[in-house]
């Protein structure tokens, strides 16, 4: 290995394959596709944007993505709302001006069954806020209505809930109980709730992630599903592959040990790279388009990592020193898909337009 010194349920379809069933910078914007087929359950993240928006121009690929492969998914979760507490019991959901009711409508026609549940992102919350809700019935009821009201609105099957990690780990009682109360108002409405979680161990160590067993074990019941972000291993001083299978693994069988819940989970899986520079240190995402046009540039010797289970190369360049790129490829795909069909989990693929076209071909 090459280091640097620097600082969905899913159901079998005749003809196919088994399919089975959070990131880089927070500034990107991501969605989620979920994927269904074959026994177990999958989900699948995709992130795209909205060609009337420049900060999510950059990746409009997944919008047609999401039209010509949509019958391999469960649920697509489009990122285009913010809900925030503008004072006592009010409450405003933002970015309704992105949503695209006729995207909406094309995908389901071609995708029949198909769920539509945007990411709902509890933006610029201060602590103080979201002690305020959860002590508060009241205010609780409030969020509840504004969220439910929206979804029917705008036709929504529910949402995926972005929330959990702004507090430390003792503040996690009373926000199990607002999210307890926020799953049976989406269910009372027919909606569904799903929840973004962090990997349950942390990176690099043995140590718990910042959600646990504990915290399992009382929502697990309540919420339909839990987007596992089991990508972004390494950091910048320590480059190395996206996900390590053998972390993937350790994330689901120490939040679920007894695989009691195991359905519900939603196994992140990334169809992004990552490049890391020896001159300039540092990470980069790198998706299809680069990715290509690195190989064609360059024509690098692929090398296979066989601990971490992932496709790697070097490559220099002129001025630039050199770089070592980790990108999924169908191999590396396919071990994760056995993982996720011999854990019983599903899939979060992160994200819709970054892959490269054929790898849903494995799905």
Known sequence: MWSLSIAATVQQRPGRGMLLGTSWATSLRWAYGALSRGGSRALCSCRWAQPFSVRHQWNSHGYDVAKVFGGKFTHISPVWLQIKRRGRELFEVTGLHDVDQGWMRTVRKQAKGLRIVPRLLFEGWSHEDLRSVWDSEDEIEELTKSMVQVAKSQHFDGFVVEVWGQLPGQEHIGLIHMLTHVAEALHQAQLLAI?????????????????????????????????????????????????????????????????????????????????????????????????????????????????????????????????????????????????????????????????????????
């Open 195 to 363: 929840l973004v979680i962090p990997p349950a161990v942390i990176p690099g160590t043995d140590q718990l992630g910042a959600f646990t067993l504990k915290e399992w074990e009382q929502l697990a019941p309540v919420l339909d599903g839990f987007s596992l972000m089991t990508y972004d291993y390494p950091t910048a001083q320590q480059p190395g592959p996206n996900a390590p299978l053998s972390w993937v693994r350790s994330c689901v069988q120490v939040l679920d040990p007894k695989a009691r819940w195991r359905s519900k989970i939603l196994l992140g899986l990334n169809f992004y790279g990552s490049e890391y520079s020896a001159s300039r240190g540092g990470r980069e995402p790198v998706v299809g388009t680069r990715y290509i046009q690195t190989l064609k540039e360059h024509r690098p010797q692929m090398a296979w990592d066989s601990q971490a289970a992932e496709h790697y190369f070097e490559y220099k360049k002129s001025r630039g020193g050199r770089h070592i790129v980790f990108y999924p490829t169908l191999k590396s795909l396919q071990v994760r898909l056995e993982l996720a069909k011999e854990l019983g989990v599903g899939l979060s693929i992160w994200e819709l337009g970054q892959g490269l076209d054929y790898f849903y071909d494995l799905l």
